[in-house]
């Protein structure tokens, strides 16, 4: 099984002491569970961070990951969540086919809380957020999600993409006999990227996030249809 989890380095690390650098909540859970799930079926956990090559350290101390992929380039500075959802699709069909892609669920304040969905649709996937658990049964990835303080089971064949929330960051448990033995950086000429078209910053084409979002029951793909249009008439 191959699971790659984006990671970033967390807001409140210390950039001048690398021993105090972390990445953020959420993303520990998901590679705690993507490193669970290895344990139990086998596999490769890769981690990929876009940043510069002060990472590389944070990168190569992570337990639970197999491989570390840094994205770095003068090129990949500065961008928007858009532009990051097309790097990392990039670097990911670079790579070899992922059974699983995980990210941490982003609040909708981080410019980057689109970027699990974003990737989800443009690599054509099916995406489960608000996970806090994840496991794999056969060809199927499991996942306990929180909606609305309840929880629901929910199920996708491979491949998926997942987002983490950190509810259960206090007891996450990181197989701590693996991490990377390197860290590979690709630039843009690597990934044969000659230039990123950034577009508008998220922050401009937000509609009014203070409304709770509509969680849609349905029993089949025509009835979920329905249901979107008559919230859209609305």
Same mark, same amino acid.
């Given at each position: 099984m191959r699971i790659a989890v984006f990671v970033r380095r967390a807001v409140e690390s210390t950039f001048r002491d690398s021993s105090n650098e972390d990445i953020e909540r959420s993303e520990k859970v998901a590679l705690a569970e993507a490193s669970k799930m290895i344990k139990l079926r086998g596999g !490769?956990? +890769?981690v990929f961070a876009i940043g510069d090559k002060q990472m590389v350290s944070l990168l190569g101390q @992570? &337990?639970?990951?197999t491989h570390a992929? @840094? @994205?770095?380039?003068?090129?990949?500075?500065n961008l928007d969540v858009y532009s990051k959802a097309d790097l990392l699709i990039s670097a990911i069909r670079k790579s070899r086919p992922f059974d699983l892609i995980m990210f941490g669920e982003y609040l909708q304040d981080d410019p980057d809380w689109l970027l699990p969905y974003l990737v989800a649709d443009k690599l054509n996937l099916p995406h489960i957020p608000r996970a806090i658990r994840a496991w794999s049964e056969d060809s199927r990835i499991i996942c306990e999600c929180v909606y609305?303080?309840? #929880? &629901? @089971?929910?199920?996708?064949?491979?491949p998926v993409v997942v987002s983490m929330l950190d509810a259960l960051h206090s007891s996450v448990a990181i197989l701590r006999d693996v991490k990377p033995k390197e860290v590979t950086i690709w630039d843009s000429k690597f990934l044969g990227i000659k230039e990123i078209a950034?577009? %508008?910053?998220v922050n401009e084409t937000k509609n009014n996030l203070s409304k709770r979002p509509t969680l #849609? +029951? &349905?029993?089949s793909y025509d009835d979920l249809a329905d249901k979107i249009? !008559? %919230?859209i008439r609305k």
């Open positions: !490769d956990v +890769e @992570l &337990y639970g990951a992929t @840094l @994205l770095s380039d003068d090129m990949f500075t609305y303080e309840s #929880i &629901y @089971l929910k199920e996708s064949r491979v950034k577009k %508008l910053k #849609i +029951e &349905y029993n249009v !008559d %919230l």
